[in-house]
């Protein structure tokens, strides 16, 4: 009790708590949407030097199979400007050419890829994002995309005059970077018993009123048992929570973003695995988890992920129902920019992780309370049976008399079942070398 009443007040000091509002929100069954395009092999071209030549904006003579036109760069034309003009990503000219961009100017002659073309740019086993997705505002935010682009996180580091000791455990207010230079809090829990580098729990808070939010809220009861087992535990705001800059637009995948550059920066904190990771996300934080679920392929060290009354893994879904049942602004805002899931269907279905669930690399835990108000325990049941459809390793349970926050022994309940979870799938992972 003295350990709960400590921790308590050193929030309250950190911020002013207010009473939260969580997102209630009503589920029907998931569209029925498109398949994922995919890869087409495609030859590569050489550079060709011809200095002074005049650039060429039309097919030329002889194009191999897959080319819609050679350019000539003339002087002060770059890779970049050759692929702005004819609308085309610079790495998927780059790729395409199979050249660096260093070996690109003035004088090279560039094969400019047809519209119906697909290029691989990484090699991984995921296709890139498709060529219809080029002009689409949601395009850097697809499942494909964000499996391919770059995160950096920078350095985890304490805010200064927030670190409170426990007889068990330290609490700190933690700092890191995300996208833009964007600095993001979290509440941090380091068991002060046993030898660190500690195993990672990462806790994804449900949706509150911004204004009402402080670091903590909706994860710190979970944060403190976790840690008393052993587990360096983290509990980030995102950005725009907790006075920090930047915005959730669009569809708040940019929390998911931060979570990723989170993970990426967990090597600058001594006392952390960056290599023995489990994520556990509730309502909207289960949405936030799910990119982190389908994006596992390039995140090694995420061995596990229990997701908690969870929010849709479906954009679209996520979308009518914050307008239709809880009469939300955010996402008619959001429809200015990236359009609603009539009008850009393609985009909500390449940036919703529902059709990416067989990329799920790591085993996942559903828990749904029957008498769940918020969201319907209909949406995990579907849930499950897409997971098993697509080959996830996943586990379902459902707690008769809970509702959306467990209590009671729903909740002891709850946390045993994620205690031997994540014990048996990340502290006592092996290394990855052995894993591999």
């Given at each position: 009790?003295?350990?709960?009443?400590?921790?308590?007040?050193?929030?309250?000091?950190?911020?002013?708590?207010?009473?939260?509002?969580?997102?209630?929100?009503?589920?029907?069954?998931?569209?029925?949407?498109?398949?994922?395009?995919?890869?087409?092999?495609?030859?590569?071209?050489?550079?060709?030097?011809?200095?002074?030549?005049?650039?060429?904006?039309?097919?030329?003579?002889?194009?191999?199979?897959?080319?819609?036109?050679?350019?000539?760069?003339?002087?002060?034309?770059?890779?970049?400007?050759?692929?702005?003009?004819?609308?085309?990503?610079?790495?998927?000219?780059?790729?395409?050419?199979?050249?660096?961009?260093?070996?690109?100017?003035?004088?090279?002659?560039?094969?400019?890829?047809?519209?119906?073309?697909?290029?691989?740019?990484?090699?991984?086993?995921?296709?890139?994002?498709?060529?219809?997705?080029?002009?689409?505002?949601?395009?850097?935010?697809?499942?494909?995309?964000?499996?391919?682009?770059?995160?950096?996180?920078?350095?985890?580091?304490?805010?200064?005059?927030?670190?409170?000791?426990?007889?068990?455990?330290?609490?700190?207010?933690?700092?890191?970077?995300?996208?833009?230079?964007?600095?993001?809090?979290?509440?941090?829990?380091?068991?002060?018993?046993?030898?660190?580098?500690?195993?990672?729990?990462?806790?994804?808070?449900?949706?509150?009123?911004?204004?009402?939010?402080?670091?903590?809220?909706?994860?710190?009861?979970?944060?403190?048992?976790?840690?008393?087992?052993?587990?360096?535990?983290?509990?980030?705001?995102?950005?725009?929570?907790?006075?920090?800059?930047?915005?959730?637009?669009?569809?708040?995948?940019?929390?998911?973003?931060?979570?990723?550059?989170?993970?990426?920066?967990?090597?600058?904190?001594?006392?952390?695995?960056?290599?023995?990771?489990?994520?556990?996300?509730?309502?909207?934080?289960?949405?936030?988890?799910?990119?982190?679920?389908?994006?596992?392929?390039?995140?090694?060290?995420?061995?596990?992920?229990?997701?908690?009354?969870?929010?849709?893994?479906?954009?679209?879904?996520?979308?009518?129902?914050?307008?239709?049942a809880f009469d939300a602004e955010w996402p008619i805002t959001d429809s200015f920019q990236v359009g609603n899931p009539s009008d850009n269907a393609d985009g909500y279905a390449a940036v919703s992780p529902i059709n990416y669930l067989d990329y799920i690399t790591v085993p996942v835990?559903?828990?749904?309370?029957?008498?769940?108000?918020?969201?319907?325990?209909?949406?995990?049941?579907?849930?499950?049976?897409?997971?098993?459809?697509?080959?996830?390793?996943?586990?379902?349970?459902?707690?008769?008399?809970?509702?959306?926050?467990?209590?009671?022994?729903?909740?002891?309940?709850?946390?045993?079942?994620?205690?031997?979870?994540?014990?048996?799938?990340?502290?006592?992972?092996p290394d990855l070398d052995d894993a591999q």
């Amino acid at each position: 009790m003295r350990i709960q009443l400590l921790t308590v007040s050193f929030v309250a000091l950190l911020l002013a708590a207010c009473i939260p509002v969580d997102d209630p929100m009503i589920g029907t069954p998931w569209p029925s949407l498109a398949p994922r395009a995919t890869i087409t092999p495609l030859p590569s071209a050489t550079a060709d030097p011809q200095a002074g030549a005049t650039p060429v904006l039309a097919p030329t003579g002889t194009l191999p199979p897959g080319a819609a036109a050679r350019h000539t760069l003339a002087d002060g034309e770059t890779a970049a400007t050759v692929a702005q003009y004819y609308g085309i990503p610079v790495d998927v000219l780059l790729a395409y050419n199979a050249l660096p961009e260093s070996a690109v100017g003035p004088g090279t002659t560039l094969l400019i890829p047809a519209e119906d073309t697909v290029v691989e740019l990484l090699p991984t086993p995921f296709p890139t994002v498709p060529l219809e997705l080029l002009d689409n505002p949601l395009r850097e935010y697809s499942i494909d995309y964000l499996l391919q682009r770059t995160y950096f996180g920078g350095e985890i580091s304490t805010v200064e005059g927030t670190t409170f000791n426990t007889s068990t455990y330290q609490q700190r207010l933690i700092r890191y970077e995300t996208d833009e230079g964007i600095a993001v809090t979290g509440l941090a829990h380091i068991p002060l018993e046993g030898d660190p580098p500690f195993p990672v729990i990462i806790l994804l808070h449900g949706g509150f009123d911004q204004d009402a939010y402080y670091p903590g809220l909706g994860t710190l009861e979970h944060a403190t048992f976790f840690v008393q087992h052993g587990y360096v535990v983290i509990a980030p705001d995102y950005r725009s929570y907790n006075d920090s800059d930047g915005t959730g637009t669009p569809l708040k995948i940019p929390w998911s973003i931060d979570v990723v550059n989170l993970i990426d920066a967990l090597p600058t904190m001594p006392e952390a695995d960056p290599t023995r990771i489990g994520l556990m996300g509730h309502s909207r934080g289960g949405g936030v988890g799910s990119y982190i679920a389908v994006l596992t392929p390039v995140l090694p060290g995420v061995r596990a992920i229990s997701f908690y009354n969870s929010l849709s893994f479906d954009q679209a879904v996520n979308w009518y129902h914050y307008v239709n049942a809880f009469d939300a602004e955010w996402p008619i805002t959001d429809s200015f920019q990236v359009g609603n899931p009539s009008d850009n269907a393609d985009g909500y279905a390449a940036v919703s992780p529902i059709n990416y669930l067989d990329y799920i690399t790591v085993p996942v835990q559903i828990h749904h309370g029957q008498n769940d108000t918020v969201l319907p325990v209909d949406w995990a049941r579907d849930l499950n049976e897409r997971m098993i459809e697509a080959g996830v390793d996943v586990a379902y349970f459902e707690y008769p008399e809970a509702n959306h926050s467990f209590v009671g022994e729903d909740l002891t309940l709850f946390w045993e079942r994620n205690l031997a979870f994540f014990d048996e799938h990340v502290k006592d992972a092996p290394d990855l070398d052995d894993a591999q």
